[in-house]
C-alpha cells in the first residue's frame, strides 16, 4: 500500500527509521531490522528506500532528515495521479491497490469458509478447525482494516465491477 502511495520513483526518498534502539540489545535489534528488511520492507528496499536507525536524540533525529536532503526530489505518486493526471482518488493505484486487495482477503475469507465446513464434516479434527479459525480471525481482522482504509480514502467498495458472495452465516 505504502508503494502504491509513493511510487517506485519516490523510494530511493524514503527512509524507515527504526526505535527503541535504547531498551534492547544492539545483536538482538540488529537481527530484527535485518529480518524486517527481508520481509515487511523488502518490495520497499528493493526500490531503494532506506533505513535509519533513530537514537532517542536530537542529533539521530537531524542525521535522519539531512539524509533525506541528500536525495533528488521525486513526485509522490497519489498526488501526481491526482493533481497531474486529474484521476479520481478511487481511480488511483492507491485506490485501485486497496480495492484489490480487499478483494483478495474476500475470497481468502470466503475459501477459508470452505475449508473449515468440508473439515467440520469430515474429520471433527479439533487441531485443523483451531487452526482454520485462526486464519479465519487474521483474514477478518485484514478485512476491517483494508475496509476502513478505503473509508479513509472515500473509495467505497461498491464501485467494484463484481458483486461478493458471503459465504455461509454473513
Not at 485506490?95 to 471433527?124: D, P
Not at 487474521?138 to 458472495?165: C, R
Amino acid at each position: 500500500m505504502f508503494i502504491s502511495l509513493c511510487g517506485q520513483t519516490a523510494m530511493p526518498n524514503v527512509i524507515v527509521a527504526t526505535t527503541m534502539w535504547g531498551r534492547m540489545k544492539e545483536d538482538d535489534g540488529t537481527r530484527r531490522e535485518e529480518e524486517l528488511k527481508r520481509t515487511c520492507w523488502a518490495e520497499m528496499m528493493a526500490g531503494g528506500c532506506r533505513v535509519e536507525r533513530f537514537r532517542d536524540s536530537c542529533e539521530s533525529a537531524w542525521l535522519i532528515i539531512d539524509r533525506l536532503a541528500e536525495t533528488d526530489r521525486a513526485k509522490v505518486q497519489v498526488s501526481h495521479e491526482i493533481v497531474d493526471r486529474q484521476l479520481q482518488l478511487k481511480r488511483t493505484t492507491a485506490g485501485v491497490t486497496l480495492n484489490q486487495e480487499l478483494k483478495q482477503l474476500l475470497k481468502s475469507r470466503k475459501e477459508t469458509v470452505r475449508k473449515l465446513q468440508a473439515e467440520a464434516k469430515s474429520q471433527g479434527d479439533k487441531l485443523v478447525l483451531q487452526d482454520l479459525n485462526q486464519q479465519q480471525a487474521e483474514i477478518d481482522k485484514k478485512i476491517i482494516q483494508t475496509t476502513n482504509d478505503l473509508k479513509e480514502l472515500k473509495v467505497p467498495f461498491t464501485t467494484q465491477s463484481s458483486t461478493i458472495q458471503w459465504g455461509a452465516g454473513y
